[in-house]
């Protein structure tokens, strides 16, 4: 019962690079989402899947990109990174969108530091 | 503004201690979400709740949608309870965090 499988779990990148981080899902939610979390500030929205087939932005969703390439997987690209994009990354699910209220199941992060 | 405040930021307990963690909200809510965030990482998700109080073992979270606050309480606190708490409400299609109370329960 894996529940929100996330990878990687650290990355290391130069600036300019670009990487991929992938999520995956086995609850068959509906709805998935990426955050960021830095120091002394709550989660915020990247960008957000709320069903297969449509993704939509977020919070902060400037320098990502996102594909739902099924209703299992959900990945979050970074072009061409740079260090303020140096965080912890936390893919999430759940069954329904959260404005109606349905719990989030969370990945164990990605730490994500661009030098 | 962050429209989810929590308080107290950090809070440190003796073992068997009673801890209250307060969140404040300023937005109309479908529901709002207790989480809780391991040393290691890793959120849970402990309660989902629009109305009233729920109970899972030694936690409690209660909700008064009139004042806009929620309370989660650990009873008989645990080293094993120390963690980031974190509150969200649901609102308008949206999930809002705050920033998240780190729990230290020593032996």
């Given amino acids: 019962n894996a529940g929100v499988t996330q990878t990687p779990k650290f990355q290391v990148l130069k600036t300019g690079q670009s990487m991929t981080l992938q999520c995956a899902q086995d609850m068959n939610h509906n709805s998935m989402y990426w955050y960021r979390q830095d120091p002394g500030m709550g989660l915020r929205l990247i960008y957000y899947s709320a069903s297969e087939g449509t993704t939509d932005k977020g919070e902060v969703p400037n320098g990502y990109n996102v594909s739902r390439l099924n209703k299992r997987e959900f990945s979050l690209r970074l072009e061409s990174a740079a260090p303020s994009q140096t965080s912890v990354y936390f893919c999430a699910s759940s069954e329904r969108s959260t404005g109606i209220g349905s719990p989030l199941h969370f990945g164990n992060g990605t730490r994500l530091t661009v030098t | ?107």
């Avoid at chain 2, 963690?21 to 979400?33: D, F, P, Q, W």
């Avoid at chain 2, 008989?76 to 509150?87: E, K």
Wanted: charged fraction near 15%.
């Fill in chain 2, 1 to 107: 503004k962050n429209e989810v405040e929590q308080s107290p930021q950090n809070l440190t307990a003796q073992e068997g201690e009673f801890i209250t963690i307060n969140c404040s909200y300023s937005v109309g809510i479908s529901a709002l979400h207790w989480l809780q965030q391991h040393p290691g990482g890793g959120i849970v998700s402990l309660f989902m709740l629009s109305s009233g109080k729920k109970k899972h073992g030694r936690l409690i979270a209660t909700i008064n949608i009139q004042e806009k606050h929620s309370s989660l309480h650990i009873t008989a606190s645990h080293p094993r309870d120390s963690a980031v708490y974190i509150c969200a409400v649901s609102s308008w299609g949206k999930l809002q965090f705050g920033a998240g109370t780190q729990v230290v329960v020593t032996p």
